[in-house]
């Protein structure tokens, strides 16, 4: 990939070190990387064809069948688990967007990863912040012991970098349509600039349509999606297309050159102090939505991904760094029902918050919008001002949707608040307890819906997106949860590990005391590393 080559030339100054075998009681560098939608059994059904940096990984520790366990298998709740050790219900990272109908601004609906303190923030227009991460993240907690530790994250969406890299990161870098920026008081390291610049050449010319392997040729037939046909697409591109570029692999090995070029820039993982790089990959997921992800398309883009992977890998091979690797995932996901035919379908375009909303307002003879939502399941919000009016909204929704053969549950916010936070396996999680484990009274809305397994929460697609996740079902909770670093004992492991589970882990690793109380994860026996007695 040819955006990784400026960050090889830098990387091929450093002088290689030997490689040893040993791991050493603690590693220098901790390298966290989130593969936005790769679901546990997408990761295993491709695994036996990779060559590159996930062959690599794949000889490390894998829990193939990890989990992210709530039921809010979204994108900010689910990078928020992976560096916290919490649930949504604690992180207060209940889904990528919720409701606040009392705010005192027009848009009611608040981003997680926006600061609603700033005057005129909406959920569109804002200022990137943590502030609504309720918990400290590694990388914190990292500092907190020793302010030397140094902390970057790098992400192809905001929220990612913001979820990953906690409250007081010492870079954060995301993608914007076209590049990579920051916060605008932040520190602007040259290579940052020079990443910017190859990104921008490689963007202003054209790219030629990938070849596909044997595997991914196989697996390219068109499937008709509305308008639109998918599955065969190669990512061929024209010049200047950001849009195009963004939703290919592209993005990722921009990603990875900047995670690259930052690591060499600031000497991280060489300071002595062990530093945290946490990079997320975005591109796996805007390929999912786009094109699913049963055809040529995500086969290119996990082919690819594994190449740069690799090559990424290298880069801190020759830089002679000392590093472990953490690889998981924010959610999975649900490849397009016309390309799976059924029981797959798509939503009932009744069950779309507008259309319930009208239902049950005819119903009790109310007038205006009495359910207010982002879509056709998770958080619905109902005005709290009048108890008796919403309990009846309530009830009526409740038994509207009693029965529909599309809805698994419709839970109460006071139902939910009653429930003890869920422990034990995830495997057997109830859809409620699922639910419970990204409730947040503060956030959660008045209703959450639970739709029926393979029901995608897209009735009708007009534009690029096809396909998601969100669900509380398997295929979207399973993802892979796999720790390599050089010279590690290859082990398959069977038990369902959860996200929340790795930064104990992490911590672990580097000697960092986590009080158990604080967290909902547990530490991971690994070669090498026995977990505190508890
Ligand atoms: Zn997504």
Known sequence: MNLLTPILFFAAAAAALPASAQQPARPDLIVAIAVDQLSGPLFSQYRPHFTGGFKRLSEGVVFATGYQAQAATETCPGHATILTGAHPARSGIIANSWMNLNAAREDKRIYCAEDERVPGSSGDNYTVSPFHLKVPALGDRMKAANPRSRVVAVAGKDRSAVMMGGHNPDHRWWWSRDRFVTHADAPQPPV???VNSSVARALAQARPAIAPSPFCEAKAKPIQVGQRTVGTNRYQRVAGDASAFSASPELDAATLAMAAALTQQLQLGKSGHTDLLAIS???????????????AEMCLQLQTLDSDLGSFFAVLDRLGLNYAVVLTADHGGLDIPERQGPPATRVDPALNPKALSAAVAQRLGLNGEVIRGDGAFGDMYIDRSDPARNAAIQTATKELLAGHPQVEAVLGFAELAAMPL???????????QRARASFDPERSGD??????PQVTPIASPTGTYVATHGSPWEYDRQVPI???WKGIQRQERSEPAMTVDIMPTLARMIGLTVPAAEIDGRCLDLPGYRCPAR
């Not at 869920?422 to 409620?432: F, I, K, L, M, N």
Request: charged content about 10%; cysteine-free; overall charge neutral.
């Open 192 to 194: 940052a600039a020079q």
């Open 281 to 295: 990959l975005a591109a796996t997921d805007l390929v999912g939505h786009r094109y699913g992800n049963g055809g």
């Open 422 to 432: 869920p422990s034990g396996s995830p495997e057997s999680w109830t859809p409620a």
């Open 447 to 452: 209703l959450v819906v639970l739709l029926k």
């Open 482 to 484: 796999i720790f390599w």
